[in-house]
Nanobody, 122 residues
Framework: QVQLVESGGGSVQAGGSLRLSCAAS?????MAWFRQAPGKEREGVAG???????GYADSVKGRFTISKDNAKNTLYLQMNSLKAEDTAMYHC???????????????????WGQGTQVTVSS
């Protein structure tokens, strides 16, 4: 397991942008961003493999971009054109291995960050 620390959340108006960061204490394989709104299940937002292959939830395609700086062991999520429905606690997650199969399933990860809150007002 690695330690994960998220940052970059905040409050923005609809249409605005935020960039989330997740610093890992060591090397990781597949990494992903999840979000959870009050009363809702944790949802996979975007995932990225060790090789840089990415996947996105349909609700964020074209608006969010996941990336990773392997030299810094840091994961990013650039969020543009934010909507009120994007409001949630955002968590990064990591697991070992080269591939990111079934990246949307929370049970497939063994390291989680504490989360950073994103609030979008309409």
């Amino acid at each position: 397991q690695v330690q994960l620390v998220e940052s970059g959340g905040g409050s923005v108006q609809a249409g605005g942008s935020l960039r989330l960061s997740c610093a890992a204490s060591g090397n990781t394989g597949c990494m992903a961003w999840f979000r959870q709104a009050p009363g809702k299940e944790r949802e996979g937002v975007a995932g990225i493999s060790s090789y840089g292959a990415t996947g996105y939830a349909d609700s964020v395609k074209g608006r969010f971009t996941i990336s990773k700086d392997n030299a810094k062991n840091t994961l990013y999520l650039q969020m543009n054109s934010l909507k009120a429905e994007d409001t949630a606690m955002y968590h990064c997650a990591a697991r070992s291995g080269l591939y990111c199969t079934m990246w949307t399933l929370p049970q497939n990860y063994n390291s989680w960050g504490q989360g950073t809150q994103v609030t979008v007002s309409s």
